[in-house]
């Protein structure tokens, strides 16, 4: 049966772009947000940190093996903390624009089903 509400979280896959390589797939677990708070969020990017606009978009990444090759990706070795995330988004600079075309992308393909 399909629900009034989105769950407040969905995994999408990004391409974690890797220098002088091909891109990794990794799933992370984003941020549901309404129309009205996606308007919201992308008034507000300007001036942050990508630190600060990552966490604002995702509660975490797939560690478990299973779950990530079921979604055809890589796992993260590390668990999720707020310090190896700005280790990661500081090794893997393209890493803060593809996962928000990821996010949008989602969150958009969403907005059309409805």
Known sequence: MFKLKADPTFIGVVGIPVAGGASVPVPFIFKHRTWPQIIEFEASIKGRSDLDVVLDMIEGWVSDVAEAKAL????MEEEFTK???????QNRVGLPPAMFVVYKTQLLKAREKK
């Open 72 to 75: 055809k990706a890589e796992p």
């Open 83 to 89: 310090a190896n995330l700005e280790i990661l988004i």
